[in-house]
């Protein structure tokens, strides 16, 4: 197989939220002539500031770039831009072959199933897709060391790996499209699950004349630490539920997960208890906070004015 070329000078992005800007400011950080658009000036300007160029629409950025990322939080997101006159796939009319988007880099958390499907559209515009979700949170976008999960052809996946290195410590081609989608399902699930797993046991500490700090001191000296416990330890003991990775995105993201079990015909009924957990959190109007309050709902749900049940009821 011949080698993959190399990637040309200008790449795009779209989409610059909390993670979306660092990352495209590593890329100019890296030396790439980055095209970037968003739709708030606030963001645009920053990202300028940072090196980037500004385009008026995506439909400029696809024009403007062979390979193009979009950083969104999922794919009504990404169909949303790649549609319409001022869209992505516009783009492609309005400049030669050899200049135009020919891929596109999904790097938000979307469905594997989706994304697979979107790579069976795109293929007759003469895209090829890549999905690339990442992991390490806005301290892995700011520190370029996120941990990215890329699924595409050997090929398409080694085209695009120097901006993917620009921007994380571990870039790992995990097999074709929708394998690095499936991957970060499978990142998801075990963050939703060790953060219940973490609230579950502050409650049952409280319960037991524990303090909540203490417990997870403890527990972050001992073979229960984790990357997890690290990150939010600090809301948890202090019940501090600011946002930092929003519940609603984890209920979304366990959404893949189900979608993927389903898919696979397998069942995973920690997944499904999880997955319940975090739905009544978007239930009670807690999506927008921090993932962690899946404490505060515990906390609710185990309150002595709370009626419990037995087996027997």
């Given at each position: 197989?011949?080698?993959?070329?190399?990637?040309?000078?200008?790449?795009?992005?779209?989409?610059?939220?909390?993670?979306?800007?660092?990352?495209?400011?590593?890329?100019?950080?890296?030396?790439?002539?980055?095209?970037?658009?968003?739709?708030?000036?606030?963001?645009?300007?920053?990202?300028?500031?940072?090196?980037?160029?500004?385009?008026?629409?995506?439909?400029?950025?696809?024009?403007?770039?062979?390979?193009?990322?979009?950083?969104?939080?999922?794919?009504?997101?990404?169909?949303?831009?790649?549609?319409?006159?001022?869209?992505?796939?516009?783009?492609?009319?309005?400049?030669?072959?050899?200049?135009?988007?020919?891929?596109?880099?999904?790097?938000?958390?979307?469905?594997?199933?989706?994304?697979?499907?979107?790579?069976?559209?795109?293929?007759?515009?003469?895209?090829?897709?890549?999905?690339?979700?990442?992991?390490?949170?806005?301290?892995?976008?700011?520190?370029?060391?996120l941990s990215i999960m890329a699924g595409g052809t050997?090929?398409?996946?080694?085209?695009?790996?120097?901006?993917?290195?620009?921007?994380?410590?571990?870039?790992?081609?995990?097999?074709?499209?929708?394998?690095?989608?499936?991957?970060?399902?499978?990142?998801?699930?075990?963050?939703?699950?060790?953060?219940?797993?973490?609230?579950?046991?502050?409650?049952?500490?409280?319960?037991?004349?524990?303090?909540?700090?203490?417990?997870?001191?403890?527990?972050?000296?001992?073979?229960?630490?984790?990357?997890?416990?690290?990150?939010?330890?600090?809301?948890?003991?202090?019940?501090?539920?600011?946002?930092?990775?929003?519940?609603?995105?984890?209920?979304?993201?366990?959404?893949?997960?189900?979608?993927?079990?389903?898919?696979?015909?397998?069942?995973?009924?920690?997944?499904?208890?999880?997955?319940?957990?975090?739905?009544?959190?978007?239930?009670?109007?807690?999506?927008?906070?921090?993932?962690?309050?899946?404490?505060?709902?515990?906390?609710?749900?185990?309150?002595?004015?709370?009626?419990?049940?037995?087996?027997?009821?």
């Amino acid at each position: 197989m011949n080698s993959p070329p190399q990637p040309p000078g200008t790449v795009g992005f779209v989409g610059l939220g909390a993670m979306g800007l660092p990352m495209a400011a590593n890329l100019a950080k890296a030396g790439f002539d980055v095209l970037v658009w968003a739709r708030g000036r606030i963001p645009l300007d920053a990202a300028v500031a940072a090196g980037c160029r500004a385009a008026d629409r995506p439909a400029d950025v696809a024009a403007g770039a062979r390979t193009v990322i979009t950083m969104l939080p999922d794919l009504p997101q990404v169909r949303d831009v790649s549609a319409g006159p001022d869209g992505l796939l516009a783009g492609l009319d309005t400049a030669a072959p050899a200049e135009a988007m020919d891929t596109l880099v999904v790097m938000g958390t979307v469905s594997p199933v989706a994304v697979r499907a979107l790579a069976q559209e795109l293929r007759s515009f003469g895209v090829t897709v890549v999905d690339a979700p990442v992991s390490g949170g806005v301290t892995g976008a700011r520190d370029a060391t996120l941990s990215i999960m890329a699924g595409g052809t050997p090929y398409a996946v080694e085209s695009v790996r120097p901006y993917l290195t620009a921007m994380g410590s571990t870039v790992r081609r995990m097999g074709d499209t929708g394998a690095g989608s499936l991957a970060k399902a499978c990142n998801q699930l075990v963050v939703a699950g060790t953060l219940v797993a973490l609230a579950e046991a502050v409650v049952l500490g409280e319960h037991g004349g524990l303090d909540p700090a203490a417990l997870l001191e403890v527990l972050a000296g001992g073979l229960a630490s984790s990357e997890v416990l690290a990150q939010k330890r600090r809301h948890l003991a202090d019940s501090d539920f600011t946002p930092s990775g929003p519940a609603r995105y984890l209920h979304k993201d366990l959404g893949f997960v189900l979608d993927s079990a389903a898919d696979a015909h397998v069942e995973l009924p920690l997944s499904t208890s999880v997955a319940r957990l975090y739905a009544a959190i978007d239930d009670r109007g807690l999506g927008d906070l921090d993932n962690s309050v899946v404490l505060r709902l515990l906390r609710e749900d185990n309150s002595p004015s709370r009626p419990h049940h037995t087996s027997k009821d």
